[in-house]
């Protein structure tokens, strides 16, 4: 059974970075072909698809967030990460990962990270 | 990006009668593969969202039966047959041709 578990911290000051990590357990996000995935909710609102990184590392990200996203993995330690920068208040969300099967198939998701960008 | 628009927004059922939702997008997930990505997901109060539908008609593993997807090209449609009180949730409609995944702005079910 696979699981994902997000974690960091809980604020971030506008114009600084929000970072985020999400832990796997129960499979390798190296292996097979997923695509690791982040995904936000500001409070009381939708679903914003932010990007992902691939089992072999590639990269693919919404173009609304592209200049200001970087995903990454740490294979050694079963995580990936999502920073993202110049943070406004329009960033405060709920932060999940997911992993996503291929062609927008997400069977697993954390149970989400709130995310306050406030001074 | 594509656009997909749900109606209604939120809708309250009786429970054991059926329900329906509306997902619209602004260009066909018809893939050349044959397959059409157009996914349903549920999102139960305080829970994370969860795979109900995928590729417009497969229930996912543990979805019951009363659950079912429709449509095509750009018109979609999710059915409850017979609504029970654990189907209370916002229901959202996703494509998944490409990156980015665009989401629906979501339906509220609630039980009278």
């Known amino acids: 059974q696979v699981q994902l578990q997000e974690s960091g911290p809980g604020l971030a000051k506008p114009s600084q970075t929000l970072s985020v990590t999400c832990t796997v357990s129960?499979?390798?996000?190296?292996?097979?072909?997923?695509?690791w995935s982040w995904i936000r909710q500001p409070p009381g609102k939708g679903l914003e698809y932010i990007g992902y990184?691939?089992?072999?590392?590639?990269?693919d990200y919404n173009p609304s967030l592209k200049s200001r996203v970087t995903i990454s993995a740490d294979t050694s330690n079963n995580q990936f990460s999502l920073k993202l920068t110049s943070v406004t208040a329009a960033d405060t969300a709920v932060y999940y990962c997911?992993?996503?099967?291929?062609?927008?198939?997400?069977?697993?998701w954390g149970q989400g990270i709130l995310v306050t960008v406030s001074s | 990006d594509i656009v997909m628009t749900q109606t209604p927004l939120s809708l309250s059922v009786t429970p054991g009668q059926p329900a329906s939702i509306s997902c619209k997008s602004s260009?066909?997930?018809?893939?050349?593969?044959?397959?059409?990505?157009l996914y349903w997901y549920v999102q139960k109060p305080g829970q994370s969202p969860q795979l109900l539908i995928y590729?417009?008609?497969r229930r996912f593993s543990g979805v019951p039966d009363r659950f079912s997807g429709s449509g095509s090209g750009t018109d979609f449609t999710l059915k409850i047959s017979r609504v029970e009180a654990e189907d209370v949730g916002v229901y959202f409609c996703?494509?998944?041709?490409?990156?980015?995944?665009?989401f629906g702005q979501g339906t509220k079910v609630e039980i009278k």
């Open positions: 997911a992993r996503d099967r291929g062609w927008g198939f997400f069977d697993y």
């Open positions: 129960g499979g390798s996000i190296s292996t097979s072909e997923n695509y």
């Open positions: 990184i691939s089992h072999t590392g590639n990269t």
């Open positions: 260009q066909s997930l018809l893939h050349s593969d044959g397959k059409t990505y």
């Open positions: 590729e417009l008609f």
């Open positions: 996703m494509h998944g041709l490409h990156v980015p995944r665009t």
